[in-house]
C-alpha cells in the first residue's frame, strides 16, 4: 500500500513538472571523447503539498533505481568524484551512455563562503542544452538539505535564456550526518540558441538552511564544440480518436531527444498532456519519455516533449509511438466559480470531480480515481480578466480517491473566476507506430 501511495505522489510530481514552460524562455567536443580525466509501514493516507509555479525552475530531490551500465559503472566511477555522478543519472539511459562515450567535460572549478565549498565537478553540453553536476561541502550536517543552482549567468550577466530543473542525491537512504552532498542541474535551450562558454553559476540555500547567507558565484568556461543534432523532419499527421496531431520533427542530441507536437485548432477536444509516449528500435526496445525535471515545454497549441536519448546508441530503426492522452472537451476546457457563493458556475459534466469546499482563499476537490496523481490547474481569471495565480496546491489520496487542495495567490479579486485546466482525468490513447527513420 505505502508503495502505491509513493508512486502517487510521483506522478502529481510529474505533472507539475509538466507543467507548460513558454520557450522564450546552454568545445574540443567531447566528439573525441571531452576530457579522459585521467587525473582522475507507513499510512496509507498521506499527504504532500508542493508549490506550483509557471516559472521555468523545477526543483525536486528524487533518486531512481534503474540499473546502470556494468561498462560505465565500472570504468567512469574510477575517476574520482564520478561514482556520485553515476548515481545521479541512474534514471537517464542517454546521460548514462553519454557518459560511457566519455562525452563529458571534467571542470572541478570550486568556490567557498563561510566554510561551505562547492566544486562543479563536470558538464555535458551539446545544442539543445546543458547538464552540471556539482558537490556541496557543508561545515555541519543539516536536516534535508538542499543546495542548488538558482541561476546561469552568460558573460555579461545576464541570466542565461532557458528553462532548467535541478536535482539532487539526496535519497531516503541518505545519510542525515553526511556533510558532503551532489546535485545536478539540466538547461533547455530554446531551438538554435547558445549561451556562450563563458558562464557564472549561481548557487543558494533552498531549503533556508542558514548555512550561508546570499549566493555563490562559480564561473567556467566550457569548450567551443559541441556534438551536432540530429534532426529528422516528420511532418506526419496522426489521428488519436478523432483528435488531428501533427508530429514536426524529432530531435536527437547527447543530452535527449525531442519531439515538436502540434494539435490541429480544429479539434474537439484541448490535448493538455502526453502521459506515455516512447520511443522504440525494430526489436522493441524502448526509450522512455522524460520523468524527472522538465518534462516538456510549450503549451497547448505547440509542445516539445523530452526522451531519453538514443545518441549514442542508435538503432537501424528508430519509431514513436504517442500512447495515452489527456484531453478535454474544448466546449469544457475551464470551470467557473464564485468563490463568494461557493458556486459551481460550469464544469464538466464527467470529470468525476466533485468540491468540497470553495472561498475566497481557495478551493479543495475530490476526484473518483485514486491513483489521478495531476495537478488540475495552475492559475485561473477573474471576471475583470486580470490572472489570480494558484501559488501551491495539495494532494492526498486513499484507495477510493484523489484529494486536492489550491490556494489562490490573494483575495483581492473580482468573481467570478474561471478555472483552466492545466491536467484533466480524461484520456484518448493511439497505439500506431509512427517511423522516425528506418
Known amino acids: 500500500m505505502y508503495q502505491n501511495e509513493k508512486n502517487r505522489l510521483k506522478e502529481y510530481k510529474r505533472s507539475l513538472e509538466q507543467q507548460p514552460v513558454p520557450e522564450e524562455l546552454l568545445d574540443d567536443a567531447i566528439l573525441s571523447g571531452m576530457k579522459k580525466a585521467q587525473q582522475k509501514k507507513q499510512p496509507a493516507f498521506k499527504k504532500w503539498v508542493i508549490p506550483l509555479t509557471t516559472a521555468a525552475v523545477l526543483v525536486f530531490a528524487f533518486v531512481m533505481t534503474v540499473r546502470v551500465s556494468p561498462v560505465m559503472a565500472g570504468h567512469i566511477s574510477s575517476i574520482p568524484g564520478m561514482d556520485r555522478i553515476v548515481e545521479l543519472i541512474r534514471h537517464d539511459r542517454g546521460l548514462q551512455t553519454a557518459l560511457e562515450n566519455e562525452y563529458f567535460e571534467q571542470l572541478d572549478v570550486s568556490r567557498s563562503k563561510e566554510g561551505v565549498i562547492v566544486t562543479i565537478n563536470s558538464a555535458i553540453q551539446d545544442e539543445q542544452g546543458l547538464v552540471l553536476f556539482y558537490t556541496v561541502e557543508i561545515p555541519e550536517p543539516v536536516r534535508d538539505p538542499?543546495?542548488?543552482?538558482?541561476?546561469?549567468?552568460?558573460?555579461?550577466?545576464?541570466?542565461?535564456?532557458?528553462?532548467?530543473?535541478?536535482?539532487?542525491?539526496?535519497?531516503?537512504?541518505?545519510?542525515?550526518?553526511?556533510?558532503?552532498?551532489?546535485?545536478?542541474?539540466?538547461?533547455?535551450?530554446?531551438?538554435?540558441?547558445?549561451?556562450?562558454?563563458?558562464?557564472?553559476?549561481?548557487?543558494?540555500?533552498?531549503?533556508?538552511?542558514?548555512?550561508?547567507?546570499?549566493?555563490?558565484?562559480?564561473?567556467?568556461?566550457?569548450?567551443?564544440?559541441?556534438?551536432?543534432?540530429?534532426?529528422?523532419?516528420?511532418?506526419?499527421?496522426?489521428?488519436?480518436?478523432?483528435?488531428?496531431?501533427?508530429?514536426?520533427?524529432?530531435?536527437?542530441?547527447?543530452?535527449?531527444?525531442?519531439?515538436?507536437?502540434?494539435?490541429?485548432?480544429?479539434?474537439?477536444?484541448?490535448?493538455?498532456?502526453?502521459?506515455?509516449?516512447?520511443?522504440?528500435?525494430?526489436?522493441?526496445?524502448?526509450?522512455?519519455?522524460?520523468?524527472?525535471?522538465?518534462?516538456?515545454?510549450?503549451?497547448?497549441?505547440?509542445?516539445?516533449?523530452?526522451?531519453?536519448?538514443?545518441?549514442?546508441?542508435?538503432?537501424?530503426?528508430?519509431?514513436?509511438?504517442?500512447?495515452?492522452?489527456?484531453a478535454v472537451d474544448r466546449e469544457q476546457e475551464a470551470m467557473t466559480v464564485d468563490t463568494d457563493t461557493g458556486e459551481v458556475i460550469s464544469a464538466p459534466d464527467d470529470s468525476g470531480i466533485t468540491f468540497t469546499s470553495i472561498d475566497r482563499l481557495g478551493l479543495e476537490l475530490e476526484i473518483n480515481r485514486p491513483d489521478f496523481g495531476y495537478s488540475l490547474f495552475s492559475q485561473a481569471t477573474d471576471a475583470e480578466g486580470e490572472t489570480v495565480d494558484i501559488p501551491s496546491a495539495g494532494y492526498r489520496s486513499d484507495e477510493h480517491k484523489s484529494m486536492m487542495n489550491f490556494t489562490f495567490e490573494n483575495g483581492d479579486y473580482v468573481n467570478p473566476l474561471t478555472i483552466d485546466f492545466a491536467f484533466y482525468p480524461g484520456w484518448i490513447e493511439s497505439d500506431e507506430v509512427i517511423s522516425i527513420y528506418q
Not at 562558454?197 to 546570499?214: C, I, K, P, S, Y
Not at 524527472?292 to 516533449?305: F, I, N, P, Q, Y
Not at 545518441?311 to 528508430?318: G, I, Q, S, V
Request: aromatic share 8%; no cysteine.
Open 146 to 326: 538542499f543546495f542548488s543552482v538558482t541561476e546561469l549567468l552568460d558573460e555579461n550577466g545576464n541570466k542565461v535564456k532557458a528553462s532548467f530543473s535541478t536535482g539532487s542525491g539526496v535519497g531516503d537512504d541518505a545519510d542525515p550526518e553526511s556533510t558532503l552532498h551532489t546535485g545536478s542541474a539540466n538547461f533547455f535551450f530554446e531551438k538554435g540558441y547558445s549561451p556562450g562558454r563563458e558562464l557564472t553559476v549561481v548557487f543558494g540555500d533552498r531549503q533556508n538552511q542558514h548555512v550561508f547567507d546570499g549566493e555563490i558565484e562559480i564561473p567556467i568556461t566550457l569548450s567551443t564544440e559541441k556534438a551536432e543534432t540530429e534532426t529528422y523532419e516528420l511532418n506526419k499527421t496522426v489521428s488519436i480518436e478523432g483528435q488531428e496531431l501533427t508530429i514536426k520533427e524529432v530531435n536527437i542530441s547527447p543530452i535527449r531527444a525531442s519531439v515538436e507536437l502540434v494539435p490541429d485548432p480544429d479539434n474537439e477536444k484541448k490535448i493538455l498532456a502526453y502521459e506515455a509516449m516512447k520511443m522504440t528500435d525494430e526489436n522493441g526496445e524502448e526509450w522512455k519519455q522524460s520523468t524527472d525535471g522538465l518534462t516538456s515545454t510549450g503549451d497547448a497549441e505547440a509542445r516539445t516533449v523530452y526522451f531519453e536519448s538514443s545518441y549514442f546508441d542508435m538503432p537501424e530503426e528508430l519509431s514513436l509511438i504517442i500512447g495515452k492522452v489527456q
